[in-house]
């Protein structure tokens, strides 16, 4: 049972655009959720996050929103840059107990010049 | 800087045998974790200890066991290596909290024929 879910598996973007990755989540216990980066044969760099109290955060080029009533996450990246084509990891966690994170399967996103 | 060192980049075992792999953390975090990351799937947990001696099952922990001897490192068996277990292995750490990122490192690429 696949309780975060990234249904894109890759998104092709052209330099200087947005590029939109989504989420989506089942568990309603959800209260924290985070974005991790990761370029081949390193391991995952963390992004950003937002807790459920919030519908927004914004990080420089990095924005994540959260639709709670959709269970449904997504980070904008604007402008694209070369430099942002990597895996990306969206992440749950319900704050309680030892702070587990769930992950969902990535979405490879290529920045085109 | 926060620094997660996994002791092996890569690494060939033949099936039966005992795998050890190990993680070490410089940042004093009170959490490890050790996932396993394969094509489509995203990460998925195998084990994690949230103090010295102390662990608890992740999603996937059949066929591996974990050793927490001290607080900086925390290392992952494979008791008896099978062909299902071929993966790229990550360690991560963090603080207590929901809201504590975890910090990777860069993978143990695991083969066993």
């Known amino acids: 049972d696949q309780q975060v879910k990234q249904n894109s598996p890759s998104l092709s973007v052209q330099e200087g655009r947005i590029s939109i990755l989504n989420c989506d989540y089942t568990n309603s216990m959800f209260d924290y959720f985070l974005w991790y980066k990761k370029y081949p044969a390193e391991g995952p760099t963390f992004l950003i996050s937002?807790?459920?109290?919030?519908d927004k955060n914004e990080d420089g080029r990095f924005t994540v929103f959260l639709n709670k009533s959709a269970k449904h996450l997504s980070l904008h990246i604007v402008p694209s840059q070369p430099g942002d084509s990597a895996v990306y990891f969206c992440?749950?966690?319900?704050?309680?107990?030892?702070?587990?994170?769930?992950f969902g399967q990535g979405t490879r996103l290529t920045i085109n010049p | 800087d926060v620094k997660v060192t996994q002791s092996s980049r890569y690494l060939v075992k033949r099936t039966g045998e005992k795998v050890f792999l190990e993680c070490v953390q410089d940042?004093?975090?009170?959490?490890m974790f050790w996932y396993r990351q394969d094509p489509g799937l995203g990460l998925r947990l195998i084990y994690f200890?949230?103090?010295?001696?102390?662990?608890e099952k992740g999603d996937i922990p059949e066929g591996y066991s974990v050793s927490r001897e001290k607080k900086e490192r925390f290392s992952l068996i494979l008791e008896s290596a099978s062909t299902n277990q071929t993966s790229m292995y990550l360690c991560a750490s963090s603080f207590p909290g929901g809201n504590q990122p975890q910090h990777f490192g860069d993978g143990t690429r695991l083969s066993i024929l």
């Open positions: 992440a749950a966690s319900a704050n309680r107990g030892a702070q587990k994170l769930v």
């Open positions: 937002i807790s459920s109290i919030k």
């Open positions: 200890s949230y103090d010295v001696k102390m662990k």
């Open positions: 940042m004093d975090h009170e959490n």
